[in-house]
């Protein structure tokens, strides 16, 4: 069993590394098959000695080789959370195939976070891949065709609505995000991530009104929040509407 989860683990990091790819050359448009990685600082070619996820960063203490530009602290950290998340995931499913799936849609989840938050966009091919993603999730805890179906269809609308009253409030992304993943997670759930998500974001807000570091009319990337809703529905959504429930005695 230690075995095994170190071997997720080591997986799991690898897969963190190769997000880390994602995250840099989506927004820029580039190939995320061809090319190497290069220094953002000399733009030299990253030797594969120095490729080695989380292990090259703390050799070369956190920064290139060549020109001693420092490499962002958030690169190993993803290739840490991409090991952390396996373990999680592998823990919480065990041999169940299900794991699987998950786990890819929590890494494509961190990837769009990670993307919006530094560039207030999440781009339609992640949507897209979210979307398959949730479709085989769909085939492994199907309830109902309507809950399945008002999950993709009720929270983009309530955002669509909100647009309305508030324009711009949310993106086009962050509505197709929720579409993608409310098709998945069902009705109650597709509501419990909208939930928690605009709770966690509107604290976060009012934390940043109240420090005076942005002013009312400043926007927020919002999709972070939502994968971070979308997360707590995909591991505890059910006990978390139950014990919701049981509060009163329903
Ligand atoms: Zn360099």
Redesign the pocket.
């Known amino acids: 069993m230690v075995v095994a989860y170190l071997y997720f683990f080591v997986v799991g990091v690898c897969l963190g590394s190769f997000s880390n790819v994602l995250i840099y050359r989506i927004p820029l448009k580039q190939s995320i098959a061809k090319g190497r990685s290069h220094?953002g600082?000399?733009n030299?070619q990253i030797p594969a000695y120095d490729l080695i996820p989380i292990v090259s960063y703390v050799i070369l203490k956190g920064r290139?080789r060549?020109?001693n530009?420092k490499i962002g602290i958030i690169h190993p950290i993803i290739e840490l959370m991409g090991g952390l998340v396996a373990v999680f995931c592998f823990w919480f499913f065990k041999f169940d195939p299900l794991g699987l799936v998950v786990y890819a849609i929590m890494m494509v989840l961190m990837v769009i976070a990670i993307i919006d938050w530094r560039h207030m966009i999440i781009p339609d091919s992640l949507n897209a891949i979210l979307l398959i993603l949730f479709g085989v999730y769909l085939f492994f805890t199907y309830q109902s065709w309507q809950s399945h179906l008002l999950g993709a269809l009720v929270v983009p609308g309530i955002m669509i609505a909100t647009n309305l009253l508030v324009p711009s409030s949310f993106g086009g992304g962050d509505v197709k995000l929720m579409i993608a993943s409310g098709i998945g997670l069902g009705l109650a759930n597709s509501l419990l991530a909208g939930f928690i998500g605009v709770i966690v974001a509107g604290g976060y807000a009012f934390y940043l009104i109240l420090t005076k570091k942005v002013n009312r009319k400043s926007h927020i990337a919002f999709g972070p929040y939502l994968c971070m809703g979308i997360v707590a529905a995909v591991f505890y959504g059910p006990k978390i509407i139950q014990s919701y429930l049981d509060l009163f005695n329903i």
Do not use: I, K, L, V
Request: contains cysteine; proline residues 0%; glycine residues 12%.
């Open positions: 220094c600082g000399c030299r290139c060549f020109c530009e």
